[in-house]
């Protein structure tokens, strides 16, 4: 790994964070250079809030990119295919995989879905290929969807807005057209 000093590490973490094309590898990249920087009063290295202020992104979405580019940046994996997985599911990945399991992982996460991965990579099956709907309904008409989808099922939850089990209990209601 290449140092660089602090201050053009920070301006090149500042553009990364700014660009609108999926730069996340080299934004971790830059964000592991940032934080394997000596501690001060010896060096200039970024606390994790000097980097929130920076890039815009949370502490947690910083630490996901340097874990991210701690397991994979010294690997022979082309980066175009670690961008076609994404930094969400190498995020996973390196949170639960073991060291040298890396490929096999990726080979898993190209066909499974955020959601699913952690149960893939833990030996479940891939659940079956589901569809979203998104509906954009007048308040009336949410309404009487709400009121149809209770009486098959649905539920409020303890906390949050919308309902619980609205799937199944659509299900439910279209069968008894």
């Given at each position: ?73 010294d690997l022979d994996i082309p980066r175009d295919r670690l961008s076609?997985v994404g930094w969400s599911k190498l995020a996973i990945i390196a ?70 089990g609205k799937e199944r209990a659509l299900v439910r209601a279209l069968?008894?057209?």
């Open positions: 790994m290449v140092r660089t000093n602090a201050a053009s590490l920070r301006k090149k973490i500042q553009a990364l964070a700014t660009r609108s094309d999926n730069g996340s590898l080299d934004l971790a990249q830059a964000l592991a250079e940032a934080r394997s920087l000596p501690k001060p009063p010896q060096g200039d290295r970024p606390t994790l809030a000097d980097l929130v202020e920076l890039t815009g992104l949370s502490r947690r979405a910083i630490n996901y990119l340097v874990k991210v580019w701690e397991r994979f940046g076609r949170e639960t995989c073991e060291p040298g399991d890396e490929l096999d992982a990726l080979h898993i996460a190209e066909d499974c879905t955020v959601k699913d991965l952690p149960r893939v990579l833990r030996g479940g099956k891939k659940p079956p290929k589901t569809h979203t709907v998104l509906l954009r309904l007048k308040s009336s008409d949410y309404e009487r969807l709400e009121a149809v989808l209770l009486a098959h099922g649905a539920r409020r939850p303890k906390k949050g807005r919308g309902l619980a069968g008894q057209l």
